[in-house]
């Protein structure tokens, strides 16, 4: 029975998130009803999704280039640095249209009740990319415990090197994650990103 | 841009019915969260449900052998046949712990509006297993206009060959899917089956 390919393709979809096993069982049965090579071209997609994408040795986005296709962008500005916790992140920043510096993936929120701490967060990498030419960082983690833990610590560790340290404005509703942001409100954060 | 491995992985994911653009993109950030190998185990249990599993050459259920396990099985009735719309509504026979005869699984219902006639139907196939021993054939069709046309074309077929044809009972709401409906609706249903 562990064998049966229907149980382990439900198995495994109910692995996604919000996706228990009644919709999985669902999504495996449509799966059946489609042309034969519907299966392996959604499969094949998330094999090469994972096999593709890698860090950025610059800014740790998640990239199938390294450096990744913003880092190598000569168009952008050196001088401002938007640190962002999650890779999703940076298109709710880009799909307000008014950011043309560069980003820095933390991957995470210093976070001590998941065990979440500096060192476990991609901020070596940031410390070393600010000797070239970043006048500015703009802390755009989320409006909540940890992102406001993980922005005060940022400061408190950039500030010294004499570079100046922004946040986004709350124009955010506090409690809402970055990544689902109307674009608007993130226009205005933007705009009104305050000094720390 | 169109070669992005999560643009295509987005895209792909969202081909499931009910997953929209953004659930897709929020489930491949997740994949990407995951150790290198799950989006892997995910992709290739999909690739391999799909060329595991074709129709049985008798009862046309989707299965990894042909004959089927449930029709390689001694210890079902050959006497009694449930005829389903769809794979998925076997496992709600099932589930009632009453039934103990043959399926067969027509993959769809009479809908002229949806451009399915009889003939895109396994109802030959259905017609050819008439002869095995079968002296009952229970309808358990949707209880919905395509369902309750698709087993009022089947009794007018085989109740002149002098086989017996019932229908489930209407223990099952009117309207509600066969596979969602409840276990003791269903096993209601199969205790009131009645004569066509």
Redesign the interface.
Known sequence: MS????R??V???A?????GER?A????????Q?P?E????????????????HPCEVCCD?S?SSPCRRCADPRRSDGLICVVE???DIGAIESSGEFRGRFHVLHGAISPLDGVGPDQLRIKELLARLGDGADEVLLATDPDVEGDATALYLARLIKPLGIRVTRLAHGIAVGTELEYADRSSVARALEHRREM
Chains 1, 2 share one sequence.
């Open positions: 064998e049966d390919p229907l382990i393709a198995a495994q979809l692995r996604f998130p919000g996706i919709t069982t669902r999504l495996a049965y449509w799966l059946l489609q034969e519907v299966a392996g071209e959604i499969g094949q997609a998330l094999v090469a999704l994972r096999e593709a994408l998640l199938a999650r890779p999703q």
